[in-house]
């Protein structure tokens, strides 16, 4: 099996730039499940239940977020009925206040039957909110889809620190079928096979306007550098692009064969 990989989806010219792009790159290349990081489509911050249904009406197999998962707090109730917008599996329950949604979605392919594909969001906690142990909560969800016989688990580690997201991958290695990094909205080209079977990358990059820092204008960013007063960011506008993977797997094994980087400026 093929699953398509896009990079955080910043805003319209990232939500644009995964329009055309995945039609073009599921065609191509055969793909049969297509996720997508959609935790900054709304104006870079958060999501809003229309887009996550747009998405998924065009052919979004799973969509993942992160850190802005509830920055718009519409998607609240959506998510808590939508098992395909899944949010990191770390974040704590506390007494008398579970955590919406889940973690962890288990998606048959809608261009292949007899294909299962496990998606599994955890999120890093170096640089980044102290929440429980993304090792262990991984831990806890193989061992659960384990037991029900789901064996092409591919993880979405949203996290700050290369260190922190290398060494999750290391430690996942042979058990799922791939790990890639989100969350720092720059590619690394890293991408690999590891001894065990696990394709990985540190991070996929994001989808939006390339003429930017991290999709924000770049004159508001440096004034924030600069001065180190507080800014209002405003996403850039201008010709989207998009950072993706496609991770080749043996459905079978559970095991990668091939993992393929692409980063693509797109003019409509």
Known sequence: MKVLYFGDVFSRPGREAVKLAMPRLVAEHGVDFVIVNGENMCHGKGILPEMAQEFLDLGVDVITTGNHAWDQKQIV????????????????????????????????????????????????????????????????????????????????????????????AHYMDGRVSAVVGSHSHVQTADERLLPGGTAAITDVGMCGCFDSVIGVKKEISIQKFLTKRAVRYEPAEGPGGYGAVIVEIDEHTGKARNILRFRESIVS
């Open 77 to 168: 109730p959506y998510m808590a009925t939508q098992p395909r917008l899944i949010r990191p599996a770390n974040y704590p329950d506390a007494p008398g206040h579970k955590v919406p949604g889940r973690g962890v979605s288990v998606v048959e392919s809608r261009r292949r039957t007899g294909l299962r594909l496990a998606v599994i969001q955890v999120m890093g906690r170096v640089f980044m909110d102290a929440l429980d142990c993304p090792f262990r909560a991984a831990d806890r969800e193989i061992e659960r889809l384990d037991a029900l016989g789901v064996d092409c688990i591919f993880v979405d580690f949203h996290g700050e620190a290369t260190s922190e997201k290398q060494a999750f």
